[in-house]
């Protein structure tokens, strides 16, 4: 057994090789391992590129496994300055070389510049590392890191270490779940939760808890004072605080770790990896540390700039911190009053760090003392407990330790009020697959006459660029540079990073085959310069958006450099309608006015509109001199443009209409004046709170406009014919509330949220107007990608929507995920689908689609996504419908269905034999009956006599059961669902009807046979229900599948494939 303080020990001296083998390794695996007693050679040594990075590589040991796989260890020694983030493809190039098929790795990765830092990485060749091992594939290899520190614990690699060698077998499986990233991830995310809640509780009193299967909001004691004296009683703004400056934390022990905070030099090379720690300390360790040492870090020191970046400590140390710029560390509105008050507001030290505690994780629900008696560590002790990096994970390579892209996790997972926003956290894995299958897409739209998509998709998917010519390479790093990207619903920023992400490794590939100069800081900076942007309505989330690409940022750069502003890139604002004060306000940028007062009004706003773009622009830049009087002349340009457009609109409507009735008017002329003067007081309202907050400047100003906010994207003055964005992509707001007055303003501008008799029935989920929103901020031959719903591909008020796209977009595509038994997506709440569709204002070409996709036994989400299998439904879809099926025999069974010329709808009658059935329930059987069973949930429907049993039979079958799957939500049975299902009533003869009613007699009485009844107690009522175990019955229904299956044309095959379908979830 390996001792985790004996590994903790080990793991604090500086690299060696050996002594890593023998205190480490050896206490792990035991003889499982072999040490050799020198290097030996790898099977090739380092050439080209790869001998620029790599001094030396060797092998040092072998462990054999208990599963029989052979884990070969080697030392790979860097070149002197070399960083391995800044190498990435040329090592990767290298170690793909090192491996066969199926073989994994562990490999010690140092460089003789940084001798205090090293990375112990977990790798396998063409395979993947799934929960269960090493499963054969064709993607390239997956790299699990640990960054290990001479001057810290490591406590998270000696924690797992320690565990391996508990392991009752050391297999692969057990040997990746040690490099697992996802544990890691939990315990950080529901621990930072609790510390989150500490402060919440300690200004408001409250705190979520979770009881029962919810989160609920419990009063656990008295609120600050500050609650009222610095948040007015506003317990949202107090929880706001609490996010943005747990945030800031956060973000200084991501620089930190660069060595930049309390530098002796502007070399910044020996930074305190412990600064934010130390200015605890030297503030006293006790509640002034807000007030006296973050307050001063923030605002006098990263966000102002100083003469040699000079800055003193409390305890009176010259340092160096570097002026970051960007806006992380600008007053808001709540800083200000608090700076007006003396920055005086304190908290509790154990909030912070709980001296003597510093070792014991604060547990769920554990409300906060701030006495003695508090038994936990504090927010400092719980983030010094943990490893940091600021190298955001790429799909293949990840690092057991704390990165960027978790602070977008706790974002989408941390606030209370996220789904009354219809927010929800996207799974990395699915990410990462909208965001290259977008990028492919966009890359095969423009390049698809120079070269093929499968060739593209191994440079997008694999970072392989091996089989494109240095011409084709070339066109593709243009058009990385010329596309747009747009997030309406940006949250925390997953999507967009996800591209940067995407579009940096593709370039990284290209300048590694071409031996193109190669400046990663630049490239990052370029990238979001010129093709990010993001909106929501959340300003919560704006922040953390924002942080994660200045994280990006600060990665790439060996010395700190102001962070360009991102205030125009990543904005606050209704991505749904424009609004202000509660007001509309729509500006009429279109050239319709030709001539007069509108050709006037139109003139100046497109000026407006070009001096906004320019300064725009210019705001992004840190070295930007006046920013503040830009930022002001941005604002008051954009006031004066609605200003402009308000008056316009009021002078327009006075020349319009007239007042009415003289001297003698009609009570309808005085209704009339009424309405009149009223809409006329609203325009000169509206103009005057503009003009006033025009001319006081401290006035807060929230208004969004996608053409006045982005006019060199979306505005034709500026954009011309090719307005909008290449790629909109997202996870957009899902059952959302919003104020009554919006329903109105989306059904007079949403297609898709009217109602047309006979046409189409609309949507008012603010993901339907989402996208449609994203169809009109795409340019022609540009496409949408979002993650919605399961809705999407089963509902009635889907028709609109869909109508919209197929009309307009050559290919749409949607995939499908389910939460039971499990989320396929975990913490997915219900079923979701991944639409993809390609504007190009023509039909549709094809619409592809899949199976509900389930979670299994030996489920991998990323093997899922990597091997996806659609099917074109474009000739078998209903409407308001796509039907989930991913296989040819399910298309032909469907159209078998579909041929059958009488539906169930048209046998009903109003008054004959009853059919009954639950609207609810039932998840992998449908409880069909000729009785009542009494559920508060059954409605029933009327044949004739002598088909209803018949009817009752086929609709408890396989066949409607696997019918009902493909076309609903999976959740509830509608009308819709079993009128549609057709009846082949022609082959039904006397003797097959005997046959079925016999059989379904018979299964009735199995059913009532193996079913429970069961109580629950209510209120003072005792309530009883039916509850029925159907799946005892799989036999009859199999039986009934014999006798109707053939009647529609099914083959025996086709008869087999559906009494089996979903065999694993129904039965098991």
Not at 62 to 81: N, Q, S, T
Not at 600 to 627: A, R
Request: charged letters at 30%.
């Amino acid at each position: 057994m390996a001792a985790q303080e004996k590994l903790i020990k080990a793991l604090k001296k500086n690299y060696d090789r050996r002594l890593f083998a023998v205190e480490v390794l050896k206490p792990v695996f035991g003889n499982l391992l072999e040490v050799y007693t020198s290097l030996r050679s790898p099977s090739e040594p380092p050439k080209d590129t790869e001998s620029k990075v790599i001094e030396e590589a060797g092998i040092y040991g072998r462990i054999h496994l208990e599963d029989d796989v052979e884990v070969l260890c080697y030392e790979i020694r860097l070149k002197d300055r070399v960083r391995i983030d800044r190498s990435k493809v040329a090592i990767q190039h290298y170690v793909r070389k090192l491996l066969t098929s199926g073989q994994a790795a562990l490999i010690n990765f140092v460089s003789p510049t940084y001798k205090d830092m090293w990375r112990f990485t977990l790798v396998a060749k063409d395979s993947e590392l799934t929960s269960k091992g090493v499963r054969e594939t064709a993607t390239h290899p997956k790299r699990y890191t640990f960054p290990v520190e001479s001057e810290r614990t490591n406590k998270t690699l000696a924690e797992r270490m320690e565990w391996l060698s508990l392991a009752s077998n050391k297999t692969m499986e057990t040997l990746v779940e040690a490099f697992s990233v996802e544990k890691m991830s939990k315990d950080f995310f529901d621990e930072y939760k609790e510390h989150y809640q500490n402060f919440v509780q300690y200004l408001t009193g409250k705190r979520m808890v979770w009881k029962g299967s919810k989160w609920q909001e419990k009063e656990v004691s008295q609120p600050s004072a500050f609650l009222k004296s610095i948040f007015n009683g506003n317990e949202k703004e107090a929880r706001d605080f609490c996010k943005k400056l747990l945030g800031r934390i956060v973000f200084l022990y991501f620089v930190q770790k660069k060595r930049w905070l309390g530098a002796s030099d502007k070399t910044y090379k020996d930074g305190s990896p412990n600064f934010v720690f130390d200015i605890f300390k030297e503030t006293g360790s006790d509640e002034n540390f807000f007030c006296q040492g973050l307050t001063e870090l923030f605002f006098n020191a990263l966000n102002k700039e100083r003469p040699n970046d000079l800055y003193e400590t409390p305890e009176g140390r010259k340092v160096r911190i570097p002026y970051l710029n960007g806006g992380l560390f600008t007053r808001d509105e709540v800083d200000e009053l608090l700076h007006k008050k003396g920055d005086a507001m304190t908290f509790p030290a154990p909030l912070f760090s709980n001296k003597d505690k510093e070792e014991i994780p604060l547990p769920k629900n554990a409300s906060v003392k701030t006495d003695d008696a508090y038994e936990y560590r504090g927010f400092l002790d719980f983030l010094n407990a943990f490893n940091f990096t600021v190298y955001e994970d790429s799909p293949d390579d990840h690092t057991v330790a704390v990165d960027p892209e978790m602070l977008g996790h706790i974002f989408e997972n941390l606030l209370e009020d996220n789904k009354d926003k219809g927010a929800y956290y996207t799974p990395k894995e699915i990410v990462n697959y909208m965001c290259r299958e977008s990028l492919l897409e966009y890359l095969n739209t423009h390049l698809g006459d120079k070269t093929d998509k499968e060739e593209l998709g191994q440079l997008v998917r694999e970072k392989d660029s091996g089989k494109l010519s240095p011409e084709v390479l070339k066109a593709v790093n243009e058009k990385l540079d010329e596309v747009k990207i747009c997030d309406p619903a940006i949250g925390s920023g997953a999507f967009p990073m996800g591209l940067l992400q995407e579009i940096f490794s593709i370039k990284e590939s290209i300048a590694y085959r071409t031996g193109s100069a190669w400046n990663p800081a630049k490239v990052k900076e370029d990238i979001i310069q010129n093709a990010i942007y993001g909106v929501d309505i959340e300003k919560g989330a704006v922040d953390i958006a924002r942080l994660r690409f200045w994280l990006a940022l600060v990665v790439d750069r060996d010395k700190p450099k102001a962070l360009p502003n991102l205030d125009y890139k990543i904005v606050v604002g209704n991505s749904l309608i424009p609004k202000f004060n509660g007001e509309t306000i729509e500006i009429d940028w279109e050239r319709k006015l030709s001539h007069g007062a509108g050709q006037k009004h139109l003139t100046n706003l497109q000026k407006t509109l070009t001096e906004v773009s320019d300064k725009q622009k210019k705001i992004f830049d840190p070295k930007l001199k006046n920013k503040k009087k830009t930022i002001k002349k941005i604002r008051n340009l954009k006031l004066q443009a609605m200003i402009s457009q308000v008056s316009f609109n009021k002078e327009r409507y006075l020349n319009s209409t007239e007042k009415k009735g003289g001297f003698d008017p009609l009570p309808s002329d005085i209704k009339y004046n009424t309405e009149r003067n009223l809409k006329i007081k609203h325009y000169t309202n509206l103009i005057q709170k503009l003009n006033s907050i025009k001319q006081n400047e401290s006035t807060n100003f929230e208004h969004f406009d996608w053409k006045l906010d982005f006019p060199e994207i979306l505005n034709e003055a500026l954009a011309g014919e090719s307005k909008g964005f290449d790629i909109v992509i997202g996870n957009p707001p899902w059952g959302a509330t919003y104020p009554k007055d919006y329903k109105e303003i989306f059904i007079e501008k949403y297609i898709s949220a009217k109602t047309i008799k006979g046409i189409q029935k609309g949507s008012l989920d603010t993901y339907t107007l989402f996208l449609e929103k994203a169809y009109n901020l795409a340019r022609k031959h540009g496409n949408v990608h979002f993650i919605v719903p399961i809705s999407i591909t089963s509902s009635d008020s889907l028709t609109g929507l869909h109508k919209l796209i197929e009309e307009n977009c050559s290919i749409i595509q949607v995939s499908s995920y389910a939460v039971r038994p499990q989320p396929v997506f975990e913490h997915a709440v219900a079923d979701t689908s991944v639409i993809f569709f390609k504007k190009t204002l023509s039909p549709a070409r094809s619409i592809l689609s899949t199976k509900m996709y389930r979670k299994s036994k030996d489920f991998d989400l990323d093997y899922l996504i990597k091997n996806l299998t659609f099917i074109d439904v474009k000739d078998v879809k209903r409407k308001g419908r796509y039907p989930k099926i991913s296989e040819p025999i399910e298309k032909n069974i469907l159209q078998k269905i579909q041929a059958q010329k009488t539906d169930i709808g048209s046998l009903k009658v109003t008054n004959g034999s009853p059919v009954f059935y639950r609207t609810s329930g039932g998840r992998y059987f449908k409880v069909i009956t000729n009785y009542s069973t009494y559920s508060k949930k059954e409605k029933a429907i009327f044949f004739e006599a002598g088909l209803a049993n018949t009817i009752g039979a086929i609709l408890s079958s396989n066949l409607f059961f696997w019918y009902y799957q493909i076309f609903s939500n999976n959740l509830d049975l509608k009308t819709n669902e079993i009128d549609s299902f057709t009846i082949p009533v022609k082959d039904l003869d006397d003797k097959m009807i005997r046959k079925i009613k016999s059989l379904y007699k018979s299964y009735l009485a199995d059913i009532e046979k193996h079913a429970n009844i069961r109580k629950t107690s209510k209120y003072a009522n005792i309530e009883e229900f039916k509850e029925y175990k159907i799946r005892y019955s799989k036999n009859i229904i199999d039986q009934i599948d014999d006798l109707i299956c053939p009647l529609y044309g099914l083959s025996d095959t086709e008869t087999e494939y559906i009494k089996n379908y979903e065999i694993e979830y129904r039965i098991e």
